[in-house]
Structures are given as structure tokens and as C-alpha cells.
């Protein structure tokens, strides 16, 4: 996997948004580096001076990784609803961070305490979910909340769940990703 060429369609697509004639050989690209055309589900993170200034993924893979890329880079930086529309100026500053996802897997646990043994914090990226609600974070979340309790606490906030969630055996996946800067 060509990490150089990932970084480059995530900042092309954004690029687009400021000059129009500027366009993505997608069938080029695919021909020159394969593994674009394989089914694939990421996430684009724009940092801006070291903070959060957006992040748009996919977690399963519904399309090839090209267009999983160019849509989440997009995406992240013009649709995310906590933030304004990505400038010019900021475009020039941003760090892009691509995350390529392993398929979740569901974890089977008894309660908060078993489910505690089978994380691995730094590692997994989560995902709590139930019939109506989802919510996760990459593995990378990890080094703002370095604890089990506290990045728990996060997610279950940030999807809006009941804070007993885990002892009511609320859904939980996990997954790895490969990280490109």
C-alpha cells in the first residue's frame, strides 16, 4: 500500500473544492496502484495546529477504497457538522490523517469487567451501537483519553447513550486500523 499516493487523493479531493478545473484520474490512478479498486472502509482526519479539524469515515467497506477516500477527505473537510467549511488558509496548514479499517468484529463480554480484559487500549478502535444509535473512536482517540473508563465514557457521551450502557450489554465492535500521515 503506496501511503504517498493515499495522502495525495485525500489532499486532491480537497483541492477540488478550490479550483475547479483541477480533476482525480481515478481510472489512472487505479491502473498505476491496484489495491485503490479493492473494497475498503476509512476515515480522513484534518488537523489543524495540532486540533480536531475534521474527521468523516466509513465503517464497513461499501465501495472501492478510492472512492471511500476521496468522498470521506471531502467530506471531512466540508460537511462535518461541528465544524465550518475548511478555507483556503486552513487547507495550506492542515496535517491530513488517513485511517484504513479492519472489519469490526463484534466482542461477546459479560459484563463492564470482561469487557475491560478485552480491549486493548491504543490498539482497537470502538464502536457502541444498538438498534438506533452508533458511535465510535479510532484507535488514535486513545492518546487523548488514556484509560478504559474514561475513553468509555467519551463514546458512550458522543452517542448519546445511557451511561449503564455496558452493564446493559450494549452492542460493542472493535477493530485495527492502518494509519497514514
Known amino acids: 500500500m503506496n501511503k504517498d499516493i493515499l ?7 480537497i483541492a477540488c473544492k478550490f479550483d475547479e478545473s483541477f480533476k482525480i484520474d481515478k481510472e489512472q490512478l487505479i ?9 475498503a472502509a476509512c476515515f480522513v482526519t484534518l488537523n489543524l495546529n495540532g486540533e480536531l479539524r475534521g474527521c468523516i469515515g466509513s465503517l464497513e467497506a461499501y465501495d472501492m477504497l478510492i472512492d471511500d477516500l476521496i468522498s470521506n477527505a471531502y467530506n471531512a473537510a466540508f460537511l462535518d457538522p461541528r465544524f465550518l467549511e475548511l478555507s483556503e488558509e486552513e487547507f495550506a496548514k492542515i496535517d491530513l490523517e488517513i485511517s484504513i479499517l479492519t472489519p469490526a468484529i463484534k466482542l461477546e463480554y459479560k459484563d463492564k469487567a470482561d469487557l475491560k480484559s478485552k480491549i486493548k487500549v491504543g490498539l482497537h ?11 465510535t ?21 458522543k452517542g448519546n447513550f445511557d451511561k449503564d450502557c455496558l452493564d446493559k450489554n450494549i452492542n460493542v465492535l472493535v477493530y485495527e486500523v492502518i494509519k497514514v500521515k
Open 31 to 39: 491502473k498505476e496502484y491496484p489495491f485503490l479498486d479493492e473494497p
Open 137 to 157: 473512536f479510532l484507535p488514535q482517540v486513545w492518546e487523548q483519553y488514556q484509560n478504559f473508563e474514561e475513553f468509555f465514557e467519551k463514546l458512550i457521551i
Open 7 to 13: 495522502l495525495k487523493i485525500a489532499n486532491d479531493a
Open 125 to 135: 478502535g470502538v464502536v457502541l451501537m444498538d438498534e438506533e444509535e452508533r458511535s
